[in-house]
T-cell receptor, first 114, second 111 residues
Framework: EAGVAQSPRYKIIEKRQSVAFWCNPI?????LYWYQQILGQGPKLLIQFQNNGVVDDSQLPKDRFSAERLKGVDSTLKIQPAKLEDSAVYLC????????????FGSGTRLTVV | KQEVTQIPAALSVPEGENLVLNCSFT??????LQWFRQDPGKGLTSLLLIQSSQREQTSGRLNASLDKSSGRSTLYIAASQPGDSATYLC??????????FGKGTTLSVSS
């Protein structure tokens, strides 16, 4: 089966600019996750979707981050405006159900804010 | 709130050694615990998943154990190889909640 697709792979932007990341999960996977991984840290959950509804966005900085999952398939994560501390790898993952079982991660998008 | 800690943060061993990576978690009411491997610039690859009712899982040279009562899991790597060099991440999940990760252990195996 095809894996979790993410684009772009790399992005460099200036602070205060906006950026968007795209994720296409594995077909049939109801649950989609966005994680932020800062260098030297473990991934931190930003938002969890079940189909096209939000299950957990408690750690999403809502003043600058937004995410949507239209039609319960693809998802986009947006940052506007970006700050230097947003430099990180943004990982998308999907799983069959809303229970943490059998996660599949994409390769991630490495964001550098200068 | 669940916290996951991994010790050591970094480990260097010569090829052929057996080694143990440690993971501890604060909330024993976990649904499962997973070990991942991350190569530089890459995403995460799932290695082993242990359900809360299980004590251990094995895959090839890897063996992961789970002790919920003590809040600990270990990943045992037998006969290490240079290709095992990577960062190993431990993550726990509660029922219906997403994975919470430790900071990882970066392993370097020299030939």
């Amino acid at each position: 089966e095809a894996g979790v697709a993410q684009s772009p792979r790399y992005k460099i932007i200036e602070k205060r600019q906006s950026v968007a990341f795209w994720c296409n999960p594995i077909s049939g996977h109801a649950t989609l996750y966005w994680y932020q991984q800062i260098l030297g840290q473990g991934p931190k959950l930003l938002i969890q979707f079940q189909n096209n509804g939000v299950v957990d966005d408690s750690q999403l900085p809502k003043d600058r981050f937004s995410a949507e999952r239209l039609k319960g398939v693809d998802s986009t994560l947006k940052i506007q405006p970006a700050k230097l501390e947003d430099s990180a790898v943004y990982l998308c993952a999907s799983s069959v159900t809303d229970v943490a079982y059998g996660y599949t991660f994409g390769s991630g998008t490495r964001l550098t804010v200068v | 709130k669940q916290e996951v800690t991994q010790i050591p943060a970094a480990l260097s061993v010569p090829e052929g050694e057996n080694l143990v990576l440690n993971c501890s978690f604060t909330d024993s009411a976990i649904y499962n615990l997973q070990w991942f491997r991350q190569d530089p610039g890459k995403g995460l690859t799932s290695l082993l998943l242990i359900q809360s009712s299980q004590r251990e899982q094995t895959s090839g040279r890897l063996n992961a154990s789970l002790d919920k009562s003590s809040g600990r899991s270990t990943l045992y790597i037998a006969a290490s190889q240079p290709g095992d060099s990577a960062t190993y991440l431990c993550a726990s999940a509660g029922a219906g909640t997403a994975l919470i990760f430790g900071k990882g252990t970066t392993l370097s195996v020299s030939s």
